[in-house]
């Protein structure tokens, strides 16, 4: 791959350590605003996150949520050095998304 190709990537990882500052918040984020949006009468939308709830309660958001960092952090150790950033934005881009679609749904049905 060219200099130009891996440009972008070189880049962002100027400012991975910044963007694995943004996954903490939008995992929380998320998990906090999935289950008061369940204690009001919400339901999950993942078939997986739903079926752990039901199965296990609330731990299982959690549970789940250290999984996906545990399989992110695997991922980071085995991708190329300038490619790493990937991670934090894979992690912190869906946790945002569902963050603000909860929140909608939470202020809509409310």
Same mark, same amino acid.
């Given at each position: 791959?060219? %200099?130009?190709?891996?440009? !972008? *990537?070189?880049?962002?990882?100027?400012?991975?350590? @910044? /963007? *694995?500052?943004?996954?903490?918040?939008?995992?929380? @984020?998320?998990?906090?605003? %999935?289950?008061?949006?369940?204690?009001?009468?919400?339901?999950?939308?993942?078939?997986?996150?739903?079926?752990?709830?039901?199965?296990?309660?609330?731990?299982?958001?959690?549970?789940?949520? !250290?999984?996906?960092?545990?399989?992110?952090?695997?991922?980071? @150790?085995? /991708?190329?050095?300038?490619?790493?950033?990937?991670?934090?934005?894979?992690?912190?881009?869906? *946790?945002? !998304?569902?963050?603000?679609?909860?929140? %909608?749904?939470?202020?809509?049905?409310?």
């Amino acid at each position: 791959m060219t %200099t130009h190709e891996t440009g !972008i *990537w070189r880049s962002l990882n100027e400012y991975e350590a @910044a /963007l *694995w500052g943004l996954v903490v918040p939008s995992m929380l @984020a998320d998990t906090v605003l %999935t289950y008061y949006g369940i204690e009001r009468g919400l339901a999950e939308g993942n078939p997986i996150a739903r079926f752990g709830l039901e199965q296990f309660g609330y731990g299982a958001l959690g549970a789940l949520k !250290i999984f996906a960092l545990a399989i992110g952090l695997v991922g980071r @150790a085995l /991708l190329p050095e300038g490619y790493t950033a990937v991670v934090p934005l894979g992690l912190a881009i869906p *946790w945002t !998304i569902a963050s603000v679609i909860n929140a %909608t749904l939470i202020v809509t049905a409310t």
